[in-house]
């Protein structure tokens, strides 16, 4: 895909790119998310291209912010912000979020392209989005959209 890094390739070059400038923290972090993908390939038998990619950073910062979550109701600020970095490094590598317009204008051309007219349908569409807004929108809020278009 000409000159086009996918996101396995970018982390391999910033672990490099960490190592050499040794950034312990930065590198540590990293490792970890590599990890988790290489982990999702070895279960999955498949090498990832960059969706599913995109899904296992996804867990990674959600796992990130529950753990900040219970780590501020502790108390625990050094642990929050140890979280808090690596939520930083790894969130980076999501795609760019899209804005509620943009969503609202996906969804409604999602809904056309689908046919849809009523609840019913609201499967079919979302099946359209999924792929379109993987990573860069929130699922929950899309499903919402489309729910408030739909009826």
Do not use: H, W
């Not at 895909?1 to 910033?14: I, P, R, W």
């Not at 279960?43 to 296992?56: G, I, K, M």
């Not at 046919?115 to 989005?129: F, P, T």
């Amino acid at each position: 895909s000409g000159g086009f890094m996918s996101l396995k390739d970018t982390l391999q070059a910033d672990i490099i790119t960490a190592m050499k400038a040794r950034e312990t923290n930065k590198l540590a972090t990293l490792r970890l998310l590599s990890a988790a993908i290489k982990q999702r390939e070895v279960d999955a038998q498949t090498v990832l291209d960059d969706a599913p990619v995109v899904a296992v950073i996804e867990k990674a910062c959600k796992q990130r912010r529950e753990s900040i979550a219970q780590y501020s109701t502790a108390n625990r600020q050094d642990l929050v912000d140890v979280e808090q970095y690596e939520l930083d490094v790894i969130s980076a590598y999501l795609p760019a979020q899209m804005s509620d317009d943009e969503i609202n204008q996906a969804v409604a051309d999602a809904i056309a392209q689908a046919g849809a007219s009523s609840m019913q349908e609201m499967g079919k569409v979302m099946g359209v989005l999924k792929g379109a807004l993987a990573g860069k929108a929130d699922m929950s809020k899309v499903s919402a959209l489309i729910k408030a278009q739909l009826s």
